[in-house]
């Protein structure tokens, strides 16, 4: 019978969510719902020394503003709960005592300065079957040592006992077959009696045993560890349900060599995480959302970052979900390109509607305390400058002059379009406005075209001049679309304002 297909993201709430962590949640995500399968948060919280305080609110939020929403997990709930491994101790320990009892793991006491004093004698050092002899374990002690150890306090962990010369094999569905011989393995520690807490090894083995995941779609980073997961199913004879592994590339600089950072964001100006991050020592790191991005254009973006769809770029998430396929995801790292994601970005943006826009552009207008203009129209403004913006923040520096006059004017553009007898032209322009009843961009155009025709002015003298003291610089969408939004009224007291105080 073929099992339902069961996907996990499963984050550790050490800090702000990685973009890179975002797109292996995608992945999950999309992979899942093609095969009308489940998508589960459990938080990976046993490493108690890394834990940040909100970082797990942090999770939860970005995907809230993106749309893609867990059929289980924390927060959500679902019957193979608690999802938080942290709220599992008393499940792990019952399998590591399974593991102790079948002699496939064993209890070592070496202290922190014990294993370094080895390092110290013993090139590129590992605890192995070649070494765990030596070492101060339970199988070296006799069961009365060790006994008395534990009932005495001293801290202990549990390590895996990994025979050498297994041939294991992991079967990738991206990478294809690995074979990796298991003397290049370590006996993993398992478990801590510091904290009673599993390390991630066995954690993520039994969580994703007992959640029935059917496959594991994971960071490269991780790969390395698919070995040792291997022979933790074959330990507990749970092959047969053994999830399927797809290994992700990884994200790299936009430029240079290595994996994409914090530092690269900082130094080249783009977000590296979803949401605005604030960290203890009050740090504040920028998020895709805070710098005006909208989630479906971050979703799109980061779904090419590692696969293809052929010639297809722009792909709802239904489109995604219908086209994705986890077999033709790059082996070789994808290079981060956030001009490319700026592109995407503008893309989604002039396919929104005005309405859509101008409510998303209000808060901003709000906070700059322009709250109480109208949604008509924000909406006309939108309309006029929304082709120029790639960022939502783009649209008040697109449109600023539209909802205040200028209180100062580009003092290049005075030297090069306010000329000796532009105040006399401004002046009659001012009238000319001034007489008009039907306001209108067209009316506007039609007018002030032909009175420049019949009074000799050149077009570009009078209009860059006009431009001026309407918006303080040159730039903006069509000059009478502006003038038109901001009324007579506004206008006239502008040209007023710049005859006035340019050039003086």
């Known amino acids: 019978m073929t099992r339902k297909t069961r996907v996990r993201f499963a984050p550790s709430p050490t800090g702000p969510l990685h973009i890179g962590g975002v797109r292996t949640a995608l992945y999950n995500y999309l992979f ?51 999802y938080r491994q942290s709220e599992r101790k008393d499940i792990y320990r019952k399998y590591v005592n399974q593991l102790l009892e079948s002699g496939r793991a064993y ?83 398992l478990w801590k009696s510091a904290d009673q807490l599993p390390t991630y090894h066995l954690a993520n083995i039994v969580d994703d045993h007992l959640m ?26 749970w092959e047969d349900t053994m999830p ?70 722009l792909m709802s998430l239904e489109r995604l979900i219908e086209v994705f396929s986890i077999e033709k995801c790059s082996k070789s790292g994808a290079r981060f390109d956030f001009e490319k994601a700026k592109w995407f970005n503008h893309q989604y943006i002039v396919q929104k509607s005005d309405r859509e826009l101008a409510e998303m552009f209000l808060p901003i207008l709000i906070q700059k305390g322009f709250g109480d203009v109208s949604v008509h129209t924000v909406e006309r403004v939108i309309t006029l400058v929304k082709d120029r913006v790639s960022l939502l923040g783009d649209l008040w520096e697109q449109s600023y002059f539209f909802f205040q006059a200028p209180t100062e004017y580009d003092e290049k553009t005075v030297k090069k379009r306010w000329k000796e007898d532009t105040p006399k032209q401004m002046i009659e322009l001012r009238d000319l406005l001034a007489n008009l009843n039907d306001f209108s961009a067209s009316n506007q155009e039609s007018a002030v075209k032909s009175w420049i025709g019949d009074s000799g002015y050149k077009l570009g003298d009078v209009m860059n001049a006009f431009r001026l003291a309407i918006v303080g ?26 005859i006035e105080n340019i050039g003086k």
């Open 32 to 82: 899942a719902k093609q095969r009308v399968g489940d998508f589960i948060l459990r938080i990976e919280d046993t490493d108690s020394q890394r834990f940040v305080p909100g970082a797990e609110d942090y999770i939860i939020n970005t995907f809230e503003w993106l749309g893609l929403k867990f059929d289980e997990g924390v927060g959500v709930g679902g019957k193979y709960g608690p």
């Open 107 to 189: 209890i070592a006491f070496d202290t922190p300065e014990e294993l370094e004093i080895k390092r110290k004698e013993i090139p590129n050092f590992q605890y192995d079957a070649s070494t765990r002899d030596g070492m101060r374990n339970s199988l070296t002690l006799s069961a009365e040592e060790v006994k008395s150890l534990i009932d005495s306090g001293v801290q202990y962990v549990v390590r895996f006992k990994i025979e050498p010369n297994e041939e294991v094999v992991v079967n990738d569905l991206i990478r294809g077959e690995v074979r990796i011989n298991s003397s290049i393995l370590d006996d993993k520690v």
């Open 212 to 237: 029935e995941i059917t496959h594991v779609i994971r960071g490269e980073e991780w790969l390395p560890s698919a070995p040792l997961h291997v022979l933790l199913y074959r330990a507990f004879n």
């Open 244 to 313: 399927q592994f797809a290994h992700l590339s990884l994200l790299l600089k936009p430029e240079g060599n290595g994996k994409l950072s914090k530092r690269d964001g900082d130094r080249l100006g783009f977000p590296v995480f979803p949401l605005q991050w604030i960290d203890a020592q009050g740090e504040v790191s920028s998020g895709y959302r805070e710098a005006g991005y909208l989630p479906e254009a971050v979703i799109n973006f980061l779904a090419l970052l590692g696969w293809s769809a052929g010639d297809e770029e």
């Open 473 to 498: 610089e040159s730039k903006g969408p069509h000059m009478f679309d502006i003038t038109e939004v901001i009324g007579k009224e506004e206008t006239i007291e502008r040209l007023n304002k710049a």
